[in-house]
């Protein structure tokens, strides 16, 4: 692994198999929170990012194609590292990502804002992320507001983990 990862990370990976989350089948209101991000920033590419392990799982996405792939590269495992949104304003300026694939290659990110997905204390599942082809500057206001759908995003996971546990979880009395 040349990604960095947190002191929570084994207790993270466990909160991510206990959600479903990892479950390979399209969100759409995810998609839609994404399409929605998309529309409100003005950037060609959103998406929800979950980390296991090894992989990135696009869980969600509006100009890019869901599904995983390696979390090595990822601009996330940086997200999640702690509660405040990260961005690179131009990935061929930092030195941490300029030969980075995903900058040298498809998407050719040369900006990126990512927002935790906060599930619980210390516990960040992912994050929710706006790509650009292009460099641009995001302000505290535009930070705080992507937060907001971050969150939106978290509540969605959450909601769904309750109604799969009240889904198997006996009946009292029955």
Do not use: W
């Not at 990604?3 to 959600?19: D, K, N, S, V």
């Not at 390979?24 to 409100?40: G, S, W």
């Not at 997200?79 to 040298?104: G, H, M």
């Amino acid at each position: 692994m040349s990604f960095p990862t947190g002191p929570h990370e084994e207790e993270r990976l466990q909160a991510l198999l206990e959600t479903g989350a990892l479950d390979p089948k399209p969100d759409p209101v995810l998609d839609a929170i994404c399409a929605e991000a998309r529309q409100h920033f003005g950037v060609p590419m959103c998406l929800v990012s979950l980390l296991d392990r090894t992989y990135q799982r696009i869980k969600a996405a509006q100009g890019l194609e869901p599904g995983d792939t390696p979390r090595d590269p990822a601009f996330c495992n940086y997200t999640i590292l702690s509660d405040e949104v990260f961005v690179v304003e131009d990935a061929l300026a930092d030195e941490r990502f300029r030969q980075n694939p995903y900058v040298t290659g498809e998407p050719h990110i040369r900006f990126y804002a990512g927002a935790p997905l906060i599930f619980m204390k210390n516990i960040r599942l992912g994050a929710f992320c706006l790509l650009d082809r292009k460099p641009r500057t995001f302000s505290r206001g535009d930070k705080a507001e992507l937060r907001l759908f971050a969150d939106r995003a978290v509540r969605e996971i959450a909601e769904r983990e309750m109604a799969a546990a009240k889904r198997v979880e006996p009946r009292p009395g029955g």
